[in-house]
């Protein structure tokens, strides 16, 4: 109870209402609020405050999370290391959604016809590594690079090349400086934010960065660019993407991210081992 308790109290502060909640938890918004409310009678505290059309956590439920975020977390894991894992339990798997599009969309409707009960979710990196070591997905595929002390195995399956999508015209040059204004994903994600010295030193320099991968291929689709993608969403830009420009030296990393008992799980270990062998040609 204790821990259905801190659990919900941990998505509430990153989903902001009861309804996010509810859905992510399969329960009903009233279960949420009662789980809330034995976690206050629990405590003796107050945990929650109206706060428009939201939920504001209280400077007490601050204080709580920040103490025993990361051991619920960890614990959620452990318990997930526990579980049976049959053939017919689904098995979440947490994956980039320019990964999913650009090289994973075949593997997948293949591997589907021999394990029918794959869950795919689709997130930025931050969010699959938290879902992953939380034991939310069993397995994370994602893109760029990955922080320090993330607590989890990781495999290299590539290194992906940037290239720059043109538009009509060469737009936002400044012939003086020999810089270029390009259009880019969000360089304030963590895991992009080291994209940000490199690009500089190529003399490009972000006029636009934006969240979505399928506005930037909708933008260069248009001719409006030059747009900066990476290798694996080149087919998605129809005819402009032959003519893109190799970015030398410019790529991210593509990882497998895993707890570390997963692999002794045969399920996992099986899945781990195919999407390398589909990766492996594109890495050599």
């Known amino acids: 109870m204790l821990l259905e308790g801190l659990e919900t109290l941990c998505l509430l502060a990153s989903e902001g209402t009861m309804a996010k909640v509810a859905s992510r938890l399969y329960i009903s918004q009233s279960a949420v609020s009662k789980r809330i409310a034995q976690l206050e009678q629990r405590l003796g505290k107050k945990l929650v405050e109206p706060d428009g059309r939201q939920i504001r956590l209280t400077p007490q439920a601050q204080e709580l999370l920040a103490r025993v975020a990361p051991s619920l977390a960890e614990m959620k894991g452990v318990l997930a290391d526990s579980q049976t894992l049959t053939d017919l339990t689904p098995l979440p798997v947490a994956c980039s959604e320019t990964l999913l599009a650009g090289y994973l969309?075949?593997?997948?409707?293949?591997?589907?016809?021999?394990?029918?009960?794959?869950?795919?979710?689709?997130?930025?990196t931050p969010v699959i590594l938290a879902r992953v070591r939380s034991g939310d997905a069993l397995l994370g595929i994602c893109a760029g690079r990955l922080p320090p002390g993330h607590g989890l195995e990781a495999k290299l399956l590539l290194e992906e090349p940037f290239y720059l999508v043109e538009g009509d015209q060469r737009e936002g040059e400044n012939a003086d400086q020999g810089l270029r204004q390009i259009l880019t994903m969000d360089l304030d994600n963590p895991s992009n934010r080291y994209l940000r010295e490199p690009l500089a030193a190529l003399g490009l320099i972000p006029a636009m960065e934006l969240d979505s991968y399928l506005a930037l291929i909708e933008l260069a689709k248009a001719g409006i660019g030059p747009v900066l993608l990476p290798a694996g969403l080149l087919a998605l830009v129809g005819?402009?993407?032959?003519?893109?420009?190799?970015?030398?030296?410019?790529?991210?990393?593509?990882?497998?991210?895993?707890?570390?008992?997963?692999?002794?799980r045969a399920r996992i270990a099986q899945l781990v081992q195919a999407l390398q062998a589909h990766f492996q040609p594109l890495a050599s």
């Not at 005819?239 to 002794?264: I, M, T």
Request: aromatic share 6%; glycine share 4%.
């Open 105 to 124: 969309a075949r593997f997948m409707h293949d591997y589907l016809r021999q394990d029918p009960h794959l869950a795919l979710s689709t997130h930025h």
């Open 239 to 264: 005819a402009q993407g032959p003519q893109a420009r190799p970015l030398a030296g410019l790529a991210r990393p593509l990882h497998l991210v895993y707890r570390p008992n997963s692999l002794k």
